[in-house]
């Protein structure tokens, strides 16, 4: 079993739909990152929380440490947010560094 | 500034044949990652670099595989003797130090390898 899980593996909504994207960890983390990645492979850091709630223009990210779960959401969504979403949890640990552990990606089709 | 610049973009190259795959971190940045995005698969960590130092080579998946880095800057992702599976998309981060878990991660745009 992974110890990060993501759901939906994938998700087709209509321009202006809200959207959510969850992940479930199964141990104690230092960091939670959600990560975007567009055909052709650059991956871009959205979010890094270990708490609470960060906001970035249409993308919400909120992380709650008891339940182990955490959520993406994009507000009015466009076209152009069509992509694979990722989330990566870290551990702090002297001889790992930050070094990430990776869901299975969550592939977004936002359709005109 | 300048990002995590990876090179090359993309490497064919036949069965048994060494590569070396080039990260160039931001400035600065002393923690290095190395990642692998095999076709279909998920994102899976290689080796950790802190400076100089790889004090977590777990991910490396066979002793074919190795990696350096030098000045505490630079470093080159070796594949000795490759084998089909080894094709996959290589992809370097780097970060201000370990942070503790707290530092984001910039990602290079990845070397694609194909093995024939």
């Known amino acids: 079993k992974n110890e990060v899980e993501q759901s939906p593996q994938n998700l087709t909504a209509q321009e202006g739909e809200f959207i959510t994207i969850n992940c479930s960890y199964s141990?104690?983390?230092?960091?939670l990152h959600w990560l975007q990645q567009h055909p052709g492979g650059g991956i871009v850091s959205l979010f890094m929380l270990s708490s609470g709630k960060k906001k970035h223009g249409r993308l919400i990210a909120t992380i709650n440490i008891q339940e182990k779960h955490s959520s993406l959401h994009i507000t009015a969504s466009h076209p152009r947010d069509s992509a694979v979403y990722i989330c990566?949890?870290?551990?702090?640990?002297?001889?790992?560094?930050?070094?990430?552990?990776f869901g299975e990606g969550t592939q977004l089709t936002v359709n005109p | 500034g300048a990002g995590v610049s990876q090179s090359p973009s993309n490497k064919v190259t036949e069965k048994g044949k060494d590569v070396e795959l080039r990260c160039d971190p931001i400035s600065g940045h002393t923690a290095l990652y190395w990642y692998r995005q095999s076709l279909g698969q998920g994102l899976e960590f290689l080796i950790y670099?802190?400076?100089?130092?790889?004090?977590?080579k777990s991910g490396l998946p066979s002793d074919r595989f190795s990696a350096e880095r030098t000045g505490g800057s630079v470093s080159t992702l070796t594949i000795q003797r490759t084998q089909q599976e080894d094709s996959a998309v290589y992809l370097c981060a780097s970060s201000l130090g370990s942070g503790g878990g707290h530092q984001p991660q910039h990602f290079g745009d990845g070397t694609r390898l194909s093995i024939l």
């Open positions: 990566a949890v870290s551990f702090s640990e002297e001889t790992s560094g930050s070094r990430l552990t």
């Open positions: 141990v104690g983390i230092s960091a």
């Open positions: 670099f802190q400076g100089n130092s790889a004090p977590d």
